[in-house]
């Protein structure tokens, strides 16, 4: 229903920054509720942060809260990750996914639709 493509990763170093992109395809973005996850190599994919459809509610994980920022712009079928103060720990493929209505949007589950990823590498 929605196919979204991830943009922005790059190699940075400590303390930099970054945005990443989400470019969702249809008319039916604002429909969706947004979340960005990433996995680092031999690890888990964990959630990272959402915006509900509207964007006016937003979630973050502890590890990154007041470091990144997530945002969207729905006349643009487009959705962000501002993220501040790069730490080598963030270094991970950063995916962002789609969902209609869910409460539980922390939950990797909970999401229908996946991009491919982006790769952020944080140097020391």
């Known amino acids: 229903q929605v196919q979204l493509v991830e943009s922005g990763g790059r190699l940075v170093q400590a303390g930099g920054s970054l945005r990443l992109s989400c470019a969702a395809s249809?008319?039916?973005?604002?429909?969706?509720?947004m979340g960005w996850f990433r996995q680092a190599p031999g690890k888990e994919r964990e959630f990272v942060a959402a915006?509900?459809?509207?964007?006016?509610?937003?979630d973050y994980a502890d590890s990154v809260k007041g470091r990144f920022t997530i945002s969207r712009d729905n006349a643009k079928n487009m959705a962000y990750l501002q993220m501040n103060s790069l730490k080598p720990e963030d270094t991970a493929v950063y995916y962002c996914?789609?969902?209609?209505?869910?409460?539980?949007?922390?939950?990797?589950?909970?999401?229908?639709?996946w991009g491919q990823g982006t790769q952020v590498t944080v140097s020391s």
């Open positions: 249809g008319r039916t973005f604002s429909t969706y509720d």
């Open positions: 996914a789609a969902v209609q209505g869910s409460y539980y949007y922390s939950r990797r589950s909970t999401y229908d639709y």
């Open positions: 915006i509900t459809r509207n964007g006016i509610t937003t």
